[in-house]
């Protein structure tokens, strides 16, 4: 997980960077099912939201899904997933604040507090509550959205959640400190998702443009307490890779079945920290499955 500087307000290094990334980034959004794009307005700046499909494939209207990516990422990290999850329910995909993408932080994001207040925010416009899913530190903001706003989490799925039931394994900690230097970007993602992605996969010149182009100015995660996690209502779902290189699945499931009084908990014994695009169909009908159980 790239660590941000001094907590400020993040933005691309120049124009020129923020081209080259725009570029990329609309590449790989060209390749997602039809969506209908605008931006959401917050105290800490103007979040960009994408409308995926509308309706069960059988016609019924369903609850809608909220995608939040890991660091660097954008709504195109979730092209593997996409096509099931629109055939079943409408699905809401967003741009981080702070991170490189189509959303513009506007101001400090100084901790946890304030990243559940943006998507909070963001979860009210879109009428909420909605299912949450969170990848990686995805899955952490979720997290602290479902704690300190509960009315806007109808459930909660954490997909190769980052700092979130288990700490940081100190390899990946040591290996994030070397995406700030020239050229080891590459390597980073490599350790984080326990191998080379395809060389034609279009998320990866937005994942490397990102990380090179854009300095975050965000606070390092805070990790949740058992009280944190005791107090959550809502359903949750816990899907960890067995050989993740981010976090600790066995530690993790034991944490959360311990404190997380309605959870479902699975360990993969064959997963990376890639989990949800490298699993993507076993993760697609885990999620339907959770989510027709949450909605009953």
Do not use: C
Request: aromatic content about 4%.
């Amino acid at each position: 997980m790239k660590r941000g500087g001094a907590m400020g307000i993040g933005g691309f290094v120049d124009e020129a960077a923020r081209t080259r990334h725009r570029s990329a980034l609309d590449a790989a959004m060209a390749v997602l099912p039809p969506h209908a794009s605008h931006d959401v307005p917050t105290v800490f700046g103007i979040v960009r939201v994408h409308r995926f499909g509308g309706h069960h494939s059988d016609g019924g209207p369903g609850r809608p899904v909220l995608l939040l990516p890991g660091r660097l990422g954008t709504t195109a990290m979730w092209a593997p997933n996409l096509p099931a999850l629109v055939a079943r329910r409408p699905v809401w995909a967003l741009d981080p604040l702070g991170e490189p993408g189509a959303s513009e932080q506007t101001a400090p994001i100084t901790g946890d507090a304030d990243q559940a207040a943006w998507l909070a925010e963001v979860v009210g416009a879109l009428g909420g509550p909605l299912h949450v899913v969170g990848a990686s530190l995805g899955a952490r903001w979720g997290l602290e959205l479902a704690v300190r706003h509960p009315a806007g989490v109808a459930s909660l799925a954490l997909l190769e959640p980052a700092h979130t039931l288990s700490r940081l394994r100190p390899g990946f900690v040591a290996t994030s400190l070397l995406a700030a230097v020239p050229g080891l970007h590459g390597l980073v993602l490599r350790h984080a998702g326990g191998g080379s992605p395809p060389a034609d996969d279009p998320l990866t010149p937005v994942l490397v443009l990102g990380g090179t182009a854009y300095r975050l100015r965000l606070a390092p995660p805070g990790y949740p307490s058992d009280a944190a996690l005791r107090s959550l209502g809502m359903p949750v779902l816990a899907l960890l890779g067995g050989r993740s290189t981010v976090g600790h699945a066995a530690r993790g499931a034991r944490r959360a079945r311990a404190l997380i009084a309605d959870v479902e908990v699975e360990v993969w014994p064959e997963a990376t920290h890639a989990l949800p695009s490298s699993h993507a169909e076993r993760v697609d009908e885990r999620l339907a499955a959770f989510h027709a159980r949450a909605d009953r």
